[in-house]
């Protein structure tokens, strides 16, 4: 059924940003509209953050294990204030990797638009967020590392294994559906073959958080 697909691509490019066929991107007149999302994401991100620090319950330090620091008073507002550059940070990091990608492949695409399909996809993580601090308002003092859907929930952490964790949190359905959005809006811009296009993903954001991955983890394995 083509129809949500269909329906999505005409939106897209009646307000001028999905290219047409035998484009490749075209620069939208309602663009600020996109660059937008970023600042509504902060917003999100920041009253999700005041919840967690005012409601959820601190889970109590387990032996051998060093708690994650909860910033108090001023530090907290200072925390809020930075949320919009961490969100501008996660999607422009997406964003260049998606670039790299198509220039290697020679994929005739904007970057703003490449940063528009970033902007687009980052809700998933939002609901990533929500469904974190849900979890931790119904469970109280759930595990310091608990991450809903991925691979932490399954692993027992401990002194000797602390290295893992970023590791064992980033392999998570949220993943998993952040790179099939991404796949998703690309294809409503570039009209390219779905194997392409997911080739694309796997390559360039796959492989760039393969690297932020490592990279972590070795910080991590050094400290613990």
Partial sequence: M??????????????????????????????????????????????????????????PAEEGIPQLPRASGPLRWVGYAFT??????????TTVCLALGAAIITWNVRFSSLFHVASLAESVWILAALTHLAWTLVFPGTGTFFYPLSAVNLVEINQENMWLVYLLRTLNLFEVA????????????????????????????GGGTALLVAGVTFFLLSVF
């Fill in 2 to 59: 083509t129809f949500g697909n269909d329906t999505a691509r005409a939106a897209l490019s009646s307000s001028g940003w999905a290219a047409p066929a035998g484009d490749t991107s075209k620069k939208s007149p309602d663009k600020w509209l996109f660059w937008l999302l970023p600042f509504c994401y902060a917003l999100l991100y920041a009253v999700i953050n005041w919840i967690s620090d005012e409601y959820v319950q601190t889970p």
């Fill in 84 to 93: 919009p550059l961490y969100v501008f940070m996660k999607i422009g990091f």
């Fill in 178 to 205: 952040y790179a099939a959005a991404l796949v998703y809006t690309i294809r409503l811009v570039t009209e390219r073959p779905p194997h392409n296009v997911t080739l694309l993903v796997a390559v360039s954001y």
